[in-house]
C-alpha cells in the first residue's frame, strides 16, 4: 500500500497510473533490465516495464512473505513487555500471501510474556482480508470465504516448500511457517 513512482523520459513518455501489488524485490530487476543487463535466472523480484507498457497485463499472481514477526522489525506499533530490540529472536513467526485483492496472512505461536496486549500470550491464527475494500485489514473473512482461504493457504505451502531457513531465525518458530521445516536447513 506504498505509492511507488517511476520517472524516466526516455522509455516512460506519458504519465500513468498503475494498479498493481508489486514488490520492492521487483526494483533491482527493473533497473538491471534498464540498464540492459540481462537478468539472471535466480533472482527474486520481476523487471516492472512490462506492466508500465500495458497496465493491463499482470505482474505477480500471487506475492508472498515469511519471516519473523517482530515489532524490532517495525512491524506494529503494539507495545512490548520486554525490549523489542534485544529480544528480537523470541517472536514468533508469521507469513502471508496477497492474491489479486486478498490478503491471507498467518501468525504463530506467541509466546508469554512479550506483548503487553497478549501478556499469556497468544495461539497461532490466520486472517483473510480483501485489500481493495479493507485497506486497513479490519474485516476478518476467513469465515465469510473459506474457499479462498483455503486456496491461497495450498498456494502458499506449495512455495514455501521451496524456501530455505532465514538467517538467524529459530527452528521452532521457522517449522511452524513450512511444511517441510528440516527440508532447506543450512548445513553444519
Known amino acids: 500500500r506504498i505509492p511507488m513512482m517511476m520517472v524516466w523520459p526516455e522509455k516512460i513518455k ?8 508489486v514488490s520492492s524485490m521487483d526494483v533491482l530487476p527493473t533497473a538491471l533490465v534498464a540498464a540492459g543487463a540481462t537478468l539472471p535466472d535466480n533472482i ?10 500495458n497496465p493491463g497485463q499482470t505482474l505477480h499472481k500471487q506475492l508472498y512473505w515469511a519471516g519473523i514477526h517482530a515489532p524490532a522489525w517495525g512491524y506494529s506499533g503494539k507495545k512490548t513487555i520486554v525490549h523489542a530490540q534485544k529480544e528480537r529472536d523470541r517472536w ?40 481493495k475494500d479493507d485497506p486497513l485489514e479490519q474485516n476478518d473473512l476467513m469465515n465469510a470465504r473459506p474457499e479462498v482461504a483455503a486456496r491461497m493457504k495450498a498456494g502458499y505451502l506449495k512455495i514455501a516448500d521451496t524456501l530455505p531457513a532465514p538467517y538467524r531465525f529459530r527452528y521452532d518458530a521457522w517449522a511452524e511457517l513450512v511444511p517441510n521445516p528440516g527440508k532447506h536447513l543450512p548445513r553444519k
Not at 506519458?14 to 501489488?21: A, E
Not at 527474486?44 to 507498457?53: A, H
Not at 503487553?116 to 495461539?123: T, V
Open 14 to 21: 506519458k504519465p500513468g497510473v498503475v494498479n498493481q501489488t
Open 44 to 53: 527474486d523480484g520481476k523487471d516492472l516495464l512490462p506492466i508500465i507498457e
Open 92 to 131: 514468533h513467526g508469521g507469513w502471508a500471501i496477497v492474491e489479486s485483492d486478498y490478503i491471507l496472512r498467518y501468525i504463530g505461536m506467541l509466546a508469554p510474556g512479550l506483548e503487553q496486549a497478549c501478556p499469556e500470550g497468544r495461539a497461532a491464527f490466520y486472517s483473510l482480508h480483501n485489500l
